[in-house]
C-alpha cells in the first residue's frame, strides 16, 4: 500500500511559477514511477508529467514541455512539479499518482498504470 499527498496549489496569475509537492509513503514507495495528472471542470483526468522510480527518466506532456519540471528525492520520499510560466489553460485539479509499470512514454500516460492516487491539489490561474 502506497499513500501519496499532494499540496502546493493555489491561485496565482499568469506567467507566474508554482511548484506543487508529492509525499509518499507506505511500503517500497521509492520503488514505484510516479505521474502527475490534472483535471479541469468537465473534462477528462489528463496525464502531465511522469518520472520513473530511479529519477533518471522523464516523461511530459506536449502541453507543458519546456514550462513544468518533475523531479523525486527518494530519500525524502517526495516527487515534484515546478511549474512555470503557467498559463490560465493550466487550471485544474492536479493529482499525482503511483505504480509499478515498465515505464515506457505509451504506459505512463495511462491511467490504469497506476494503482494508488492522491486527493488532489487545486490550481488556479488568472489571465
Known amino acids: 500500500q502506497v499513500q501519496l499527498v499532494e499540496s502546493g496549489g493555489g491561485l496565482v496569475q499568469a506567467g507566474d511559477s508554482l511548484r506543487l509537492s508529492c509525499a509518499t509513503s507506505?511500503?517500497?514507495?521509492?520503488?514505484?514511477?510516479v505521474g502527475w495528472f490534472r483535471q479541469a471542470p468537465g473534462k477528462e483526468r489528463e496525464f502531465v508529467a511522469a518520472?520513473?522510480?530511479?529519477?533518471?527518466?522523464?516523461y511530459y506532456a506536449d502541453s507543458v514541455s519546456g514550462r513544468f519540471t518533475i523531479s523525486r528525492d527518494n530519500a525524502k520520499n517526495t516527487v515534484l512539479l515546478q511549474m512555470n510560466s503557467l498559463k490560465p489553460e493550466d487550471t485544474a485539479a492536479y493529482y499525482c499518482a503511483a505504480g509499478p509499470f515498465r515505464f515506457r512514454a505509451s504506459d505512463s500516460g495511462r491511467l490504469d498504470s497506476y494503482n494508488y492516487w492522491g486527493q488532489g491539489t487545486q490550481v488556479t490561474v488568472s489571465s
Open positions: 507506505g511500503r517500497a514507495a521509492s520503488m514505484y514511477n
Open positions: 518520472i520513473s522510480w530511479s529519477g533518471g527518466n522523464t
